[in-house]
């Protein structure tokens, strides 16, 4: 039993962290959209966002998983299954993009316009202050709503579950039905999820000290 | 996707609208109600329950919802004695089981915004109120939890809608609501993309409508400040 559930836990960690990483790299792009210079690539972003962050991500789930097949089998007339863990990644993937792309935008925005007038000022190259100078700013900003949305992203990988990868829950589900305590399979599941939040929550509260240690501290 | 599967597969759809409908209010009534009783115990920390209160927290915004449901409704079979109790009516009814994870975890949630809230308000209006003479009782109840509930109001509004996104995780025990129509569906036609997308167009009509109505409700609430 031990063995399943610590399968099932990388399970669960590494559709999180897969996800994680291609939602931040979606994201980021999201975000970048939605500041530049192209009006119609900024609408069908804010549209794609605004339409991922009002549906159910059961639905968006299910869309990519059974949908992906469907539209490989209209466009090629062939039926090629998508692997649980590929949709589940790039399903939950988008949801945290379109979450974090707010996020990251808000960021890239609180950061002075003064800093890139003074990197300029002194001869320092658009991109170069943009990587050098604002990105290590605005991540400071973004530290505590990225943390955020990683805790939503752990608890909705319980989703691909029901497309059949066999992360916690699903392993809960399959113990269950095989010996008639579903109470106690479930708990143990609830239990490592718990596990794992605290310690995210630990890493990110340091994560945050670290980030915001150069910050003049106010007291009144 | 064509007219006529749309014309074939509306209807059909729109018969899991009502389930999703009363669940979602159903579960944001009973878990507003648990809200506010737990913003008062935490705010007046009375002490044994202050304890239960933040052990609900913690297992309830620690957990997946999906989990919350599965152990809810699959749980308690495990247990002969409740099976012969008078509670097991109500447990082996998804609708209930739907209804009692939804509203916990709504409610753990809630009480997060609003103890936050509440600890947001300025020192200086319950000074102001201790000084006119109000326990601490009274203050609480009439000047800080009004004021920090039309604060909470915006964040409130975005658990509305998680709340509503949620029910859809009902159907995986065997609820029909929107989701559970449009899954059934999937299965007999196969045409995957066409049924979801309809699914979705209806939920995002939902989210959108209930995102009008929560920015009405913000701009009365707070009409009186800035």
Redesign the interface.
């Known amino acids: 039993m031990a063995v399943l559930f610590f399968n099932a836990t990388l399970m669960t960690l590494g559709l999180a962290l897969s996800s994680l990483i291609l939602g931040l790299i979606l994201a980021t792009v999201f975000a970048l959209l939605e500041l530049g210079r192209f009006r119609i690539l900024r609408y069908l972003t804010t549209t794609m966002v605004t339409v991922l962050r009002g549906l159910p991500e059961i639905l968006v789930v299910f869309f990519i998983y059974f949908g992906s097949s469907h539209a490989i089998f209209l466009l090629t007339d062939e039926y090629i299954e998508v692997s649980p863990f590929t949709a589940g990644t790039i399903a939950l993937g988008l949801i945290y993009a379109a979450y974090a792309s707010q996020t990251i935008r808000g960021a890239l925005m609180a950061v002075n316009k003064g800093q890139t007038e003074a990197a300029k000022a002194l001869g320092i190259h658009t991109r170069r202050s943009f990587i050098r100078i604002v990105v290590p700013q605005a991540w400071r900003h973004a530290l505590p709503g990225l943390g955020n949305q990683w805790l939503v992203l752990l608890k909705d990988t319980a989703l691909v579950a029901l497309i059949g990868s066999t992360e916690l829950l699903h392993q809960a589900q399959m113990l269950s039905s095989k010996t008639f305590e579903p109470f106690t399979w479930y708990s143990v599941a609830a239990v490592i999820y718990l596990v794992i939040t605290l310690i995210s929550q630990k890493l990110l509260n340091s994560m945050k000290a670290k980030a915001s240690q150069h910050e003049r501290v106010v007291t009144a | 996707m064509n007219l006529e599967a749309i014309m074939d597969y509306m209807p059909q759809l729109l018969k899991g609208l009502e389930t999703t409908l009363e669940l979602t209010f159903a579960s944001l009534f009973s878990g507003l109600a648990l809200a506010v009783v737990f913003t008062l115990i935490l705010s007046l920390r009375f002490k044994p329950l202050e304890w239960l209160v933040k052990a609900q927290i ?2 309830f915004t ?7 449901i ?2 809810i409704y ?6 002969k004695g409740l099976q012969d109790s008078f509670l097991w009516p109500l447990l082996s009814e998804p609708w209930f089981c739907a209804l009692l994870a939804l509203a916990l975890n709504s409610a753990a949630y809630s009480t997060q915004l609003f103890k936050g809230a509440v600890d947001a308000v300025p020192a200086g209006d319950w000074e102001a109120a201790l000084a006119l003479g109000m326990n601490k009782r009274q203050t609480l109840i009439r000047i800080v939890l009004p004021h920090a509930f039309r604060r909470a109001l915006p964040a409130y509004g975005n658990e509305m ?1 998680l709340v509503m ?2 029910t ?2 009902a ?2 025990i065997t609820l029909m609501d929107l ?1 559970g129509y ?2 059934r569906l ?1 299965a007999r036609t ?4 066409t049924v ?2 309809l ?2 167009v209806i ?2 009509t939902m ?2 409508i209930m995102t009008l109505v929560i920015r009405i409700m913000e701009r009365r609430a707070l009409a009186f400040s800035n």
């Open positions: 913690l297992l620690g957990t997946p919802l999906l989990v919350q599965f152990l699959y749980g308690p079979a495990q247990f809608i996104k949620g859809s995780l159907s995986t989701m449009a899954d999937n196969y045409d995957t993309l979801f997308t699914a979705g939920y995002l989210t959108g």
